[in-house]
T-cell receptor, first 114, second 110 residues
Framework: GAVVSQHPSWVICKSGTSVKIECRSL??????MFWYRQFPKQSLMLMAT?????????EQGVEKDKFLINHASLTLSTLTVTSAHPEDSSFYIC??????????FGSGTRLTVV | RKEVEQDPGPFNVPEGATVAFNCTYS??????FFWYRQDCRKEPKLLMSVYSSGNEDGRFTAQLNRASQYISLLIRDSKLSDSATYLCVVNRQAGTALIFGKGTTLSVSS
């Protein structure tokens, strides 16, 4: 079936550094990728939608200069958390729509900023 | 008001119990409806789609009432392995992002 590979699974970084999260579609072409964030005991909140070859669309309240999204190819979308701070610590997960298998999710990245 | 609202949890039930989860959504134009299961901050996994005619998958029964914008999930004969967070999910339009409820935590004990 359709698989989205997300890396890293977890990362610990120092405050002020940047972290890149990658999502690769392994056996299908993902023209669109949704990026979500989930804080403890909260729902998955849509942060942004990335589209191959065009600018990402950000949800209200999400800083586009802080959360850089790149969708350079049909199989790779990346989210870079720039100048990370402890309040950015969260579970980040990507999802690609529209395959015959429905929506496919990456396995998620647990980011801890210390 | 959040677009998808779910029962506050947690639900703590013994094995073999029947448990029901409820969910309401605010956007009447929503087109597709789902229940997902999420284990311990892992990725959510599709449990079942929800249709107006109601649908059943083994011990799980889902129901959609478009008029009242209400979705339900019934789990019969609960197993320990059913312990998880159940997410009510709607989709406004095919190909757009899924909208998640906060989730209801179920804990099944022996």
């Amino acid at each position: 079936g359709a698989v989205v590979s997300q890396h890293p699974s977890w990362v610990i970084c120092k405050s002020g550094t940047s972290v890149k999260i990658e999502c690769r579609s392994l056996d299908f072409q993902a023209t669109t990728m949704f990026w979500y964030r989930q804080f403890p005991k909260q729902s998955l909140m849509l942060m942004a939608t990335s589209n191959e070859g065009s600018k990402a669309t950000y949800e209200q309240g999400v800083e586009k200069d802080k959360f850089l999204i790149n969708h350079a190819s049909l199989t790779l979308s990346t989210l870079t958390v720039t100048s990370a701070h402890p309040e950015d610590s969260s579970f980040y997960i990507c999802s690609a729509p529209g395959t015959s298998y429905g929506y496919t999710f990456g396995s998620g990245t647990r980011l801890t900023v210390v | 008001r959040k677009e998808v609202e779910q029962d506050p949890g947690p639900f703590n039930v013994p094995e073999g119990a029947t448990v029901a989860f409820n969910c309401t959504y605010s956007n009447s134009a929503s087109q597709s409806f789902f229940w997902y299961r999420q284990d311990c901050r892992k990725e959510p996994k599709l449990l079942m789609s929800v249709y107006s005619s109601g649908n059943e998958d083994g011990r799980f029964t889902a129901q959609l009432n478009r008029a009242s914008q209400y979705i339900s999930l019934l789990i019969r004969d609960s197993k320990l392995s059913d312990s998880a967070t159940y997410l009510c999910v709607v989709n406004r339009q095919a190909g757009t992002a899924l909208i998640f409820g906060k989730g209801t935590t179920l804990s099944v004990s022996s």
